[in-house]
């Protein structure tokens, strides 16, 4: 059995996908009911043991932790490690109750920081923001489980870059949606690359790591390569959609102020905005990462980068027909 905490989101869903098309028994446990597969769901918090010591299945082998609080805006910040660190704790008490050797735990490429130089598995963490910092933190419990019994203990941790995908509404998401609607423009030089992958591979890859798991420590990072400038990105788009692209460019310091500014408008209207200070940080950062160690592994990705785009804009921006099923994540 392949018990899966956080299977209701967008990454989870796709990986019941993967793992069901293989015949594997499957086990989701989520604070929510899966939208797509809702009779594999058991509703449980993560930072609630109990609930979690009630539900998980008796006959489960492997552990796939996604359950994660993640978007940019969380307030109060404390839910980043009552989620992220508490709730990683509460899930290896209860794999030691129940004798589970084995977890993958997906963490992030946040570990990093921003505007690091191509930073690989061994490169040092410097998260610049509570997501990050509650993530390293949760890396640092499961290895402090794993080395108490190294001999018998598997625990693979995957640092995926942004990841992307049909239905998904994150930044990827909001920024292609701003690029196809022609109202795009672009702020700072467009010289930056951005790490991305698809939510299709990253679903093929946890699987990978699941029929590849024995005795012993992994971290990989994952991206799909090459990575593109946000200059590239635009004319995939404009390929993909047979669209010409607005090519006004914007200073960095200008789009930051209007930044700050839908900040002030969000504090005192209580709505959230599509551009925000933080935003427009990360989407003007250098954020490009190593993943040789992933791609090296024996994993063949189903998918190229550009296939991956183009499957997301065809699906969310051309017109096949789409059903109202979403997934609302960074």
């Not at 941790?157 to 022609?182: C, D, M, W």
């Not at 590239?232 to 090519?247: D, H, Y």
Request: glycine content about 6%.
């Amino acid at each position: 059995m392949k018990t899966i905490i956080g299977g209701s989101g967008f990454v989870g869903t796709n990986l019941i996908k993967e793992l069901e098309n293989s015949d594997y028994q499957i086990q989701n446990i989520d604070k929510s009911i899966s939208k797509i597969y809702p009779e594999l769901t058991t509703i449980a918090d993560i930072r609630n043991k109990n609930e979690l010591l009630s539900t998980i299945n008796s006959n489960t082998d492997t552990v796939i932790l996604l359950a994660a609080e993640h978007k940019d805006n969380i307030d109060p910040t404390s839910l980043y490690y009552d989620v992220n660190v508490d709730g990683t704790r509460n899930v290896l008490k209860v794999i030691e109750k129940n004798g589970i050797n084995n977890i993958i735990f997906t963490s992030s490429v946040a570990v990093y920081g921003l505007n690091k130089p191509n930073p690989d598995e061994n490169s040092p963490v410097d998260p610049f923001n509570h997501y990050g910092k509650s993530k390293w933190q949760a890396e640092e419990i499961l290895r402090e489980w794993y080395n108490k019994h190294p001999q018998n203990r598997s625990l693979t941790i995957i640092r995926p870059t942004v990841i992307f995908g049909e239905r998904n509404r994150g930044n990827v998401y909001n920024l292609l949606k701003q690029i196809a609607s022609g109202k795009f423009m672009m702020v700072g030089t467009g010289m930056n690359k951005k790490s991305m992958a698809y939510v299709g591979n990253v679903a093929a890859f946890i699987k990978h790591c699941v029929e590849t798991a024995k005795p012993g420590y992994r971290l990989f990072n994952y991206v799909d390569k090459p990575d593109l400038t946000m200059n590239e990105l635009v004319v995939q788009v404009q390929k993909c959609l047979n669209r010409k692209i607005n090519s006004l460019h914007l200073p960095y310091t200008l789009g930051y102020l209007g930044g700050l500014s839908f900040d002030i408008f969000s504090k005192l209207t209580g709505k959230e905005f599509p551009v925000s200070a933080v935003r427009v940080k990360k989407f003007c950062a250098t954020t490009q990462f190593d993943s040789k160690i992933a791609h090296s592994s024996g994993f063949i990705a189903p998918y190229t980068l550009q296939e991956g785009l183009h499957r997301t804009l065809n699906y969310e921006f051309g017109s096949e027909v789409k059903d109202k099923i979403i997934f609302e994540s960074e």
